[in-house]
C-alpha cells in the first residue's frame, strides 16, 4: 500500500510540473485555469485542487505571483524600463498593474523602485547594496573586464530531462553530485550534456523558496519514456563564460543584470537563465560553463557598435 502511494504521489507531482512548465513558458500571454488543466488532461477543478494540495496556492494565485516576482526583478534591474512597459509585458494595465502590485508588496510600482520591501538575509542586503552602487556609478573597470567574457548566440531549442528542486541555491551542490551520477549510471554509453536551469531571483523570492531545474540533454531518446521533460526555447542569449567556483555564481549574476546589461543598453527577453556546463564539469563545485540570459534581439546591433 506504502508503494502504491509513493507511486501515486510522484504521479501527481509530475502532473503539476507539467502545469508549472505551461504556466512558465506562457507567462507573457494570456492564462486560463482551464488552458492549464486542459494541457494536463484533467477537469479545472480537479487540478486546481490538486495543484493548491501540493503546491501551497491556488493556480491564479501562483501565476500572479510569478509574474509579480519577475516585475518586481526587472524594476531593480532595469532602471532605464518604464513601469508601463513592464506592465504591459506582463499582460497588465498600467493601472491595473500599479493596484495589484501594491497589494502584493505594499508599494508602488515606483515606490518598490526607489526603496524595495523584500525578504532579505543579510547576505541579500549586501547584494541590493551593490546593486544600487552600480546603478548610482557606472563601474568602468567591471564592464570592460565583463566584455571580454561576453558572447550572443542564436540557441536553438533543446529538449532536456529533468529533476526540480525548490530551496536555497546554496543546497544544490549535493543535488547536482546525485544528478550527475544518476545520469551518468542511467546513460552509460550515451554523451551527457548537463544543464541548470533558474526560475527565481533569491532577493525577490525569497533565499529558501527558489525553484531551479537540474538537466540533462541525452541523445538516448528511447530511455527518455517517463521522465520529466522541458524545453529551453530557440531565441538570441547572452552567453558569459564562468571558470570559478560555484560560490561566485550569485555575484556573477548579479554583476550580469545590474551592472553590465543596463550600462551596455542590453534588456532581458523573455523566458529564463539557464546553465549550460562543458565536459569538464561535475555542478557543484570548480565549474567551467555558460550563464544565457534571453535577450531582445534590436540589442545586439547596439552591443556591437
Known amino acids: 500500500m506504502e508503494q502504491t502511494a509513493d507511486n501515486e504521489n510522484r504521479t501527481h507531482i509530475t502532473i503539476i510540473n507539467q502545469g508549472v512548465d505551461f504556466i512558465i513558458d506562457n507567462l507573457y500571454e494570456k492564462i486560463t485555469v482551464e488552458m492549464i488543466a486542459d494541457h494536463c488532461c484533467f477537469s479545472r477543478y480537479y487540478y486546481n485542487r490538486l495543484f493548491k494540495s501540493i503546491i501551497g496556492e491556488s493556480v491564479y494565485r501562483f501565476i500572479k505571483r510569478i509574474r509579480l516576482e519577475s516585475a518586481a526583478f526587472k524594476l531593480i534591474n532595469f532602471p532605464n524600463l518604464s513601469i508601463t512597459s513592464i506592465a504591459v509585458e506582463f499582460g497588465y494595465s498600467s493601472s491595473n498593474f500599479s493596484v495589484m502590485f501594491k497589494d502584493h508588496y505594499g508599494l508602488s510600482p515606483s515606490q518598490f523602485r526607489l526603496s524595495p520591501i523584500l525578504p532579505l538575509e543579510t547576505k541579500s542586503k549586501e547584494i541590493l547594496q551593490r546593486i544600487q552602487s552600480f546603478q548610482k556609478n557606472k563601474p568602468e573597470e567591471l564592464?570592460?573586464?565583463?566584455?571580454?567574457?561576453?558572447?550572443?548566440?542564436?540557441?536553438p531549442d533543446i529538449k532536456l530531462v529533468y529533476q526540480r528542486f525548490k530551496g536555497n541555491y546554496q543546497d544544490l551542490p549535493p543535488v547536482w553530485q546525485h544528478f550527475w551520477h544518476e545520469m551518468k549510471r542511467s546513460f552509460p554509453n550515451f554523451p551527457i550534456e548537463f544543464y541548470g536551469i533558474s526560475y527565481d531571483d533569491p532577493l525577490i523570492a525569497g533565499e529558501d523558496k527558489c525553484q531551479y531545474d537540474l538537466c540533462a540533454r541525452v541523445t538516448d531518446s528511447a530511455k527518455l519514456k517517463g521522465k520529466n521533460h522541458r524545453k529551453i526555447p530557440q531565441g538570441l542569449y547572452l552567453c558569459y563564460r564562468f571558470e570559478g567556483h560555484v560560490r561566485e555564481l550569485s555575484r556573477i549574476f548579479n554583476d550580469l543584470f545590474s551592472a553590465w546589461m543596463p550600462h551596455r543598453?542590453?534588456?532581458?527577453?523573455?523566458?529564463?537563465?539557464f546553465e549550460r556546463?562543458?565536459?569538464?564539469s561535475v555542478p557543484g563545485g570548480f565549474l567551467v560553463m555558460d550563464l544565457c540570459i534571453p535577450v531582445l534581439s534590436a540589442n545586439r546591433a547596439q552591443i556591437q557598435k
Do not use: N, P, S, W
Not at 564592464?143 to 540557441?155: A, P, R
Open 265 to 273: 543598453g542590453c534588456v532581458m527577453g523573455q523566458g529564463f537563465c
Open 143 to 155: 564592464l570592460k573586464k565583463m566584455d571580454k567574457q561576453i558572447t550572443f548566440e542564436e540557441i
Open 277 to 280: 556546463y562543458h565536459k569538464a
